[in-house]
């Protein structure tokens, strides 16, 4: 069993910064591809960032490359996602996601491939 929660939500003005952090319960974290999807209204779920099991590789969407940075702590069972520059299109509900079954090098980039999620913490970026 495995439970995610997220926090580090909240409003921001556009050019501003937030980080967002993902407590993981249970024995899963270390072995784990982790991802940060959102989702904003109307709009379906997307991966924004992704990190593999070691730390070692890393995913970030065309949208947010240059501008946000995922990391692990894998002895905190903790992953972070720094968040730089922040626009009103980055307005959604982010949520934590674990992958148990991910191969060492894999980033899973679909919501279907992810077993576990945090509840969503919710960013709004200011014009």
Request: proline share 3%; with cysteine; hydrophobic share 30%.
């Amino acid at each position: 069993q495995v439970s995610l929660v997220e926090s580090g939500g909240g409003l921001v003005q556009a050019g501003g910064s937030l980080r967002l952090s993902c407590a993981a319960s249970g024995r899963s974290f270390s072995s784990a591809a982790m991802g940060w999807f959102r989702q904003a209204p109307g709009k379906e779920r997307e991966l924004v960032v992704g990190i593999n099991r070691s730390g070692g590789r890393t995913y970030y969407a065309d949208s947010v490359k240059g501008r946000f940075t995922i990391s692990r702590d894998n002895a905190k069972n903790t992953v972070y996602l720094q968040m730089n520059s922040l626009k009103p299109e980055d307005t959604a509900v982010y949520y934590c996601a674990l992958d148990r079954a991910a191969y060492s090098s894999a980033i899973p980039t679909t919501p279907h491939e992810y077993d576990y999620w945090g509840q969503g913490t919710q960013v709004t970026v200011s014009s």
